[in-house]
């Protein structure tokens, strides 16, 4: 099973900060790398496919990059809004296996 | 709008069983592959199953492997998740999500429900 890792597992910034979330994966899975955001109490949002791709919808300050093992989300100004956990997620194979979460807090 | 509506989650024993439904709407059910995803309390998101538009091909995550049987009637655009021998590790909360992908699969998941509820407990 492919593993994904993210760091950190929880992060303090302010409003208005640069913020960059990594996910490391055991072994290459191309660009097969997915972002998500999850507000407590909802279910997860989509907001990154395929390493790089906005889904519609989400605002152009949230930006991802990587291929083969090493990817980042990018927050380029965090607003009060962006409080939530983000899950990386690799489509590379079954089976599809999550990161363990960053907690963003404001 | 796309829907995703699931239902059939409550408390049952270790070694009880339960159906697990999702009704969709609001997009061409029979088109695309579906998922469970779920998260246990407190924890972060474990992909389940999957199964493909047709339902010819299934897949599992390797603790559920034998134990949970996914299935879809596209005639009720209604996705089923089949759990047999429950165990406590099961407790958690049942997404449904649709896939990404049309005409071919993608793996990830752009629509989810709101989540039911499955505890597994003496």
């Known amino acids: 099973d492919i593993q994904m890792t993210q760091s950190p597992s929880s992060l303090s910034a302010s409003v208005g900060d640069r913020v960059t979330i990594t996910c490391r994966a055991s072994q290459s899975i191309s660009s097969n790398l997915n972002w998500y955001q999850q507000k407590p109490g909802k279910a997860p949002n989509l907001l990154i496919y395929?390493?790089?791709s906005l889904q519609s919808g989400v605002p152009s300050r949230l930006s991802g990059s990587g291929s083969g093992t090493d990817f980042t989300l990018t927050i380029s100004s965090l607003q009060p809004e962006d409080f939530a956990t983000y899950y990386c997620?690799?489509?590379?194979?079954?089976?599809?296996?999550f990161g363990g979460g960053t907690k963003v807090e404001i | 709008e796309v829907q995703l509506v699931e239902s059939g989650g409550i408390a049952v024993p270790p070694g009880g069983s339960l159906r697990l439904s999702c009704a969709a709407s609001?997009?061409?059910?029979?088109?695309?592959?579906m998922h469970w995803v779920r998260q246990a309390p407190g924890k972060g998101l474990e992909w389940v199953s999957l199964i493909s538009w047709d339902g010819s091909n299934t897949y599992y995550t390797d603790s559920v492997k034998g134990r949970f049987t996914i299935s879809r009637d596209n005639s009720k655009n209604s996705l089923y998740l089949q759990m047999n021998s429950l165990r406590t590790e099961d407790t958690a909360l049942y997404y449904c999500?649709?896939?990404?992908?049309?005409?071919?699969?993608?793996?990830?998941?752009?629509?989810w429900g709101q989540g039911t509820l499955v505890t597994v407990s003496s």
């Open positions: 395929a390493a790089s």
């Open positions: 997620q690799q489509s590379y194979g079954t089976p599809l296996t």
């Open positions: 609001g997009f061409t059910f029979d088109d695309y592959t």
């Open positions: 999500a649709k896939d990404f992908g049309g005409s071919y699969s993608r793996f990830y998941f752009d629509y």
